[in-house]
């Protein structure tokens, strides 16, 4: 339990299939997205002029969220299928409430983000229930 939870309160969580995450929407970012095999890590850019020397290069959607788990800030990279998806549930978020729930699904050899709008009653009470506004 404890390695679960390790990796999925991390600052980029990877949830396995069937592993949901409550998360809160703080902010979308259209990004540059690319490889450095210097740093070996993935950089973010907001324009193609600063993208030499990285592997990769491509248009990606930065998700930010409060990870529940986490009880902090982590992002979520997304594709623009992937963006629209997550629009449609904050939508249905902010007409009915509830909770938003993060998982990935395997789909061929990848995995997509996936979400989904908890609205029967409060989760599924691993989150102790305080405003937002107080955790930022």
């Given at each position: 339990m404890k390695s679960e939870l390790r990796r999925l309160s991390s600052y980029r969580p990877r949830p396995q299939e069937g592993e949901e995450i409550p998360i809160s929407f703080i902010d979308l970012e259209k990004k540059i997205a690319g490889w450095s095999p210097k740093l070996k890590q993935t950089v973010y850019a907001d324009d193609l002029k600063n993208t030499q020397g990285l592997k990769r290069v491509r248009e990606i959607f930065l998700l930010k969220v409060f990870n529940w788990y986490r009880n902090g800030v982590s992002i979520i990279e997304l594709t623009n299928d992937e963006r629209m998806h997550f629009e449609d549930i904050l939508n249905e978020f902010l007409l009915y409430?509830?909770?938003?729930l993060y998982s990935r699904?395997?789909?061929?050899r990848k995995y997509i983000n996936s979400f989904r709008l908890n609205t029967a009653g409060n989760g599924n009470g691993n989150v102790r229930e305080c405003l937002l506004a107080e955790k930022l």
């Open positions: 409430g509830g909770e938003i699904k395997k789909k061929g």
